[in-house]
């Protein structure tokens, strides 16, 4: 298990950017798989983006193109850079971490550990 805080989020307008944080502690970080989640009101949580312990990302259809994942297990984090924002993404945005040898990536069961969750909002 590891304990994960995120920042970063806030209020932006449309076409604007944010930079999400996430800092791991309590394990071996360098192990896990990490991804970014999100909920909007009403929808289920679903994956945006993921990195390997090995440092290879993968992203959901619609971000792919404007958000970059990156880690640095020096520092136990992983960053969420997000550009080009549109009203859509609007969410709650967790950090999650999966020690599993094999991981489905869509699948929230299979990460451990959740962060507290940041909010991020796109409006003019």
């Known amino acids: 298990q590891v304990h994960l805080v995120e920042s970063g989020g806030g209020l932006v307008q449309p076409g604007g950017s944010l930079r999400l944080s996430c800092v791991a502690s309590g394990s071996i970080f360098r192990g896990y798989v990490m991804s970014w989640y999100r909920q909007a009101p009403g929808n289920q949580r679903e994956l945006v983006a993921s990195v390997t312990s090995s440092g290879w990302p993968d992203y959901a259809e619609s971000v792919k193109g404007r958000f970059t994942i990156s880690r640095d297990n020096a520092k136990n984090s992983i960053l969420l850079q997000m550009n080009s924002l549109k009203p859509e993404d609007t969410a709650v945005y967790y950090c999650?971490?999966?020690?599993?040898?094999?991981?489905?990536?869509?699948?929230?069961?299979?990460?451990?550990?959740w962060g507290q969750g940041t909010q991020v909002t796109v409006s003019s």
């Open positions: 999650a971490a999966s020690g599993l040898a094999t991981v489905d990536i869509s699948a929230p069961g299979d990460f451990s550990s």
